[in-house]
């Protein structure tokens, strides 16, 4: 048996608002869209399908419901500021090697945007 593909749900009470954070902020390109569901994926990516199991986020944090790595933090840091969208946990350097913030999403989960 192999994993092939590991997707989390994040429950909304209106799908299609999705579409402003994810696609519009994070890029990612609207896969499947049956109205109860939306997908978003980032096309042309080869990635290893993961899952995280924490009891923290680092550094105190929560565990976000997400980690999304982007090639460039810094400059999804200023579209999420231009934009007005809550960041619970500012731009940061960790000392494990990441640049990383903390955003809400439209339905308040807590995403956590890096790169390496």
Same mark, same amino acid.
């Given at each position: 048996?192999?994993? =092939?593909?590991?997707?989390?749900? /994040?429950?909304?009470?209106?799908? =299609? ?18 109205? $109860?569901? /939306? ?23 929560? +565990?976000?419901? /997400?980690?999304?790595? %982007? ?11 231009? =934009?007005?969208?809550? +960041? ?7 000392? $494990?090697? %990441?640049?990383?913030?903390? /955003? ?5 989960? +807590? ?6």
């Amino acid at each position: 048996m192999a994993v =092939k593909r590991i997707v989390s749900n /994040l429950y909304a009470p209106d799908p =299609k608002a999705a579409s402003a954070f994810y696609a519009d902020l994070l890029g990612l390109e609207l896969m499947m869209d049956h109205g $109860w569901i /939306l997908t978003f994926a980032a096309q042309g990516q080869t990635a290893m399908p993961q899952v995280g199991v924490a009891s923290e986020g680092g550094n105190g944090t929560p +565990v976000p419901v /997400l980690s999304i790595e %982007v090639d460039d933090v810094d400059a999804v840091y200023a579209q999420a500021r231009e =934009k007005g969208v809550e +960041v619970v946990y500012d731009i940061t350097d960790e000392p $494990w090697g %990441v640049r990383r913030f903390y /955003l809400r999403d439209p339905f308040g989960n +807590v995403i956590n945007i890096l790169s390496h």
